[in-house]
């Protein structure tokens, strides 16, 4: 079973930046759309950023011009860089993708276990 492993997140000041990495833990077949949600305490998860496999990026209101998602030289691993971080970016950011071909086969609606980002103030 393929897995998204998130990592980089941690306690930061406001201004500062952090870079998350999601890493598919398997030899990638075929490329797909992969995004970056995140869930605030008491809140809905939320979109945050997303690459399609022909390197298109959307990103939401919140977060435009200051963060960046990107893939790896592999293509095997997602990055989202956080720059200019305020408060309100403090979440649980989770790596996703609709679908997914690996070298064990096909994968749907496949999550990360998430990684906290706390932006003091």
């Known amino acids: 079973q393929v897995q998204l492993v998130e990592s980089g997140g941690g306690l930061v000041q406001a201004g500062g930046s952090l870079r998350l990495s999601c890493v598919i833990s398997?030899?990638?077949?075929?490329?797909?759309?992969m995004a970056w949600y995140r869930q605030a305490p008491g809140k809905q998860r939320e979109l945050v950023a997303n690459?399609?496999?022909?390197?298109?990026?959307n990103y939401s209101d919140a977060v435009k011009g200051r963060f960046t998602i990107s893939r790896g030289n592999t293509k095997n691993t997602v990055y989202l860089q956080m720059n200019d971080l305020k408060p309100d970016d403090t979440a649980i950011y989770y790596c996703?993708?609709?679908?997914?071909?690996?070298?064990?086969?096909?994968?749907?609606?496949?999550w990360g276990q998430g990684t906290q980002v706390t932006v003091s103030s």
């Open positions: 996703h993708t609709d679908r997914i071909l690996t070298t064990s086969s096909w994968a749907y609606d496949v």
């Open positions: 398997e030899r990638l077949l075929s490329l797909y759309t």
């Open positions: 690459i399609t496999r022909d390197e298109r990026r």
